[in-house]
């Protein structure tokens, strides 16, 4: 079996964008998968783009790189100390930083960084607009995004040797700029001749990939029926004006149910759009990354990806991700809250393919100026997060708090068990307006069947628990109108939930 590449254990962000100063809590992924909810403002798109930066190339030069950085720098940070830094330690303990010093990529490159930034994956919601929307009214054609992003980093072979695709096409391009440019004449052949045979190996499979995934996001309603593609040659015509790079085109026949449609941006709501995008997007990335190297680290991060994809079409998504990523380590960033706990109630919480969650807030630092602070979840698990939190305001006297927590932690603990046990409940119009009393009595007539005796045993004791607490803590108008809570019921309230809980875990495994 191969070993499973070297992935990410901690970032550091420092005086960064949004993270201002020099003490910004590190961000751990010790290997897993990462779910960051943030509120706008709160530092969620810096790591983002702290990543995208740090795993890149630079066409400009390490000086050019250094004033990038300090571009970066947080705006109210007085120039004379600023310190911006992005630094990466890797699971086995490597450890690779940009600073003033030079970037990981310039120089004496760092070869982990090196061969991971070209097999990255990249996306945010201004990307995915811009590759959803560009062809609004017209046939899509892929080139420029396939250069750009899609395929950028496809290794071609050329002259005796593996170059990636946009440094190939970039070559073309700056020797055909050149006044003498037609004494090239054998260069740019034979690089437009490389670059037409490594597209003709890649845009089947990039096809075929593509499609995979939108048979499993779109339920197989949406395919892509051929990329058409002539071939790049350049026309050396006597008349200089007339002389040109022609077959500058990526071509897709797109069908939706059957039928072939030219615009599918015209047509097509914004869901099957984005779905159609993120699909390409995402065949274009893994395309890319077999050709390259075993062994290096392959990074997929998403901003605020699914912000145009409607909730019933988020979970297909995910499963997409966790079944065809499986190698890669994923950053899935959101600002929505709902979509945050949906996420964290189905993607996996042990083995090779876990994942971790945090929030981020925005807070004042030490400095006096706003910076990201974090809340570690304490579990994956939406219920264990919420019960820890409880606990944790407790502690510290925020009683409200934690009886706002408690009762999270009650109504996630029915919903997940209703969910997975089947339970019918009470029919609600709106799925927002189910109660705890609805759910509850919906597993207590599950329960009278004569087949769950040994379940009604086990969850008998732990639903009185909870029945006796629900009139205070539990009770969900406890938390918008004055209630004198009692530090002891609240303490009872987490105890009973705990116990429901660990009751709910025993019923689901006597079911296997």
């Known amino acids: 079996m191969m070993a499973k590449p070297p992935g990410l254990r901690s970032i550091s962000i420092q005086d960064f964008r ?5 003490e910004n809590p590190v961000i751990e992924l010790n290997g897993k998968n990462l779910l960051v909810y943030g509120e706008n403002g709160s530092g969620k798109s810096t790591i983002f783009r702290a990543l995208d930066e740090f795993f890149s190339f630079s066409q400009r030069g390490k000086r050019a790189r250094k004033s990038m950085l300090y571009a970066s720098a947080h705006i109210f940070t007085p120039e004379a100390q600023r310190s911006p830094s ?33 097999r990255k994956g990249m996306l945010d919601y201004r990307s995915l607009l811009d590759l959803s929307y560009r062809y609004l009214g017209k046939r899509i054609d892929l080139f420029d995004a ?47 001749a490389s670059i037409t045979a490594g597209l003709n190996l890649a845009l089947p499979i990039l096809q075929t990939q593509a499609n995979l995934l939108l048979s499993e996001m779109l339920q197989g309603e949406m395919s892509i029926a051929d990329i058409e593609f002539t071939g790049l040659a350049a026309r050396w015509v006597s008349h200089r004006p007339s002389r040109k790079i022609t077959g500058q085109s990526l071509l897709p026949t797109v069908k939706f149910r059957g039928a072939e449609i030219e615009s599918p941006h015209t047509l097509l709501n ?54 065809h990523f499986a190698g890669w380590q994923i950053i899935l960033l959101t600002h929505d809250r709902v979509w945050f706990e949906m996420a964290r109630e189905h993607l996996p919480k042990d083995g090779v393919k876990a994942w971790a969650a945090l ?93 769950r005796a040994a379940h009604k045993v086990t969850l008998s004791a732990p639903i009185k628990n909870v029945r006796a607490v629900r009139k205070v803590v539990l009770n969900p108008f ?3 109108t004055p209630v004198t809570l009692v530090r002891a019921e609240i303490r009872e309230a987490i105890d009973a939930v705990k116990e429901l809980e660990v009751a709910f875990q025993k019923v689901k495994q006597s079911k296997r």
């Open 270 to 323: 914004e869901a099957r759009v984005s779905a159609l995008t993120i699909a390409i997007y995402l065949a274009g990335r893994k395309v890319s990354g077999e050709t390259l190297q075993p062994g290096t680290p392959k990074l997929l991060v998403l901003d605020d990806l699914l912000i145009g994809v409607d909730q019933s079409n988020r979970l297909p998504v995910l499963r997409t991700l966790s079944k």
């Open 146 to 192: 396939c250069e750009k992003v899609l395929l950028r980093d496809l290794q071609i072979p050329h002259g005796g040797s593996e170059v990636g695709f946009h440094r190939l096409w970039r070559d073309v391009q700056d020797e055909w700029k050149g006044y003498h440019y037609q004494w090239r004449k054998d260069a740019i052949d034979s690089r437009l």
């Open 359 to 451: 929030e981020m807030y925005e807070g004042i630092g030490p400095n006096g100026y706003r910076h990201p602070v974090q809340r570690p979840l304490g579990s994956f698990r939406p219920v264990d997060g919420n019960i820890v939190r409880a606990e944790l305001f407790l502690n510290d006297n925020y009683d409200n708090a934690a009886a706002v927590h408690t009762r999270m932690a009650f109504e996630q603990s029915l919903k997940r068990f209703c969910n997975d046990a089947a339970v019918p409940v009470r029919y609600q119009a709106d799925p927002r307006h189910l109660s705890t009393e609805d759910l509850l009595v919906g597993i207590e007539q599950w329960l009278k069947d004569p087949k």
């Open 86 to 118: 992005v630094e990466i330690t890797f699971t086995d303990g490597a450890v690779s930083r940009w600073d003033a010093s030079g970037h990981p990529n310039d120089g004496t490159r760092d070869a982990r960084v090196y061969a991971a930034s070209y």
């Open 478 to 480: 406890s938390h918008s």
């Open 18 to 22: 949004g993270f201002p100063g020099t």
